[in-house]
């Protein structure tokens, strides 16, 4: 994330108390995937957390080369697949949840192809003016799918609370290409990405209400 790591330590703390609090409303068990985005998040900032206080000689060179894979793990690998499952988990419509299916497919190809290109290649984390650049060996032309697999399944989903997310995360994704370069995008969308998960403790709890409503007067009639 771009700023500092007092900026990192204080986003984690956030979404880890946003996701205590989404675990605590009613959902189906559906839901469980997505309910858990604001931990991954809280993870993924505080692992750059521990970036900063390296470069700021607080830690030892032996904390950076773990944190800078799992930041990389997570920002490539995880979040391709994950966000295609977790939308496609939730889904009842079932042309929609074709097409989600192959943003999955998508989001495995992304992943795949970004773990195959450095598996054997040395990755690395610089300060790039206030953000963090992460050097790794990958195609460039792979933006644009990875953005499609992260952000599509939500803009197709059927319930409107998630297409709400989902164009929050193509125009944070938008803000964070204007603002930041190819190599510091990562962090600074993961940074707003992350912000976003705050609004998904509203979606539950709007769809635990509606789904009391709809038992009440499934009960009345």
Request: hydrophobic letters at 50%; a positive charge.
């Amino acid at each position: 994330m771009c700023f500092s790591a007092e900026a990192s330590f204080a986003a984690s703390a956030v979404l880890t108390a946003s996701g205590i609090a989404i675990s605590r409303v009613p959902k189906e068990r559906t839901e469980t995937a997505l309910s858990l985005f604001p931990f991954i998040f809280a993870g993924h900032q505080f692992i750059e957390g521990i970036l900063w206080l390296n470069h700021n000689g607080t830690l030892p060179d032996e904390y950076k080369l773990g944190a800078v894979y799992s930041f990389v793990f997570i920002a490539f690998i995880l979040w391709p697949i994950y966000v295609p499952f977790s939308s496609y988990m939730i889904e009842t419509n079932k042309t929609r949840r074709r097409i989600i299916l192959l943003c999955q497919l998508l989001g495995i190809y992304v992943s795949v192809t970004f773990l195959s290109s450095n598996i054997n290649n040395p990755i690395d984390a610089t300060v790039v003016g206030h953000s963090f650049s992460y050097k790794i060996d990958a195609p460039y032309d792979l933006l644009i799918p990875y953005v499609i697999a992260v952000s599509a399944p939500f803009l197709i989903s059927s319930k409107k609370g998630l297409v709400y997310i989902g164009g929050a995360l193509t125009l944070s994704c938008v803000v964070a290409l204007v603002v930041a370069s190819s190599t510091t995008f990562p962090s600074v969308w993961c940074f707003f990405a992350a912000i976003l998960c705050v609004f998904l403790y509203m979606y539950f709890r709007y769809a635990a209400r509606v789904a009391v409503k709809s038992e009440v007067q499934v009960n009345t009639t």
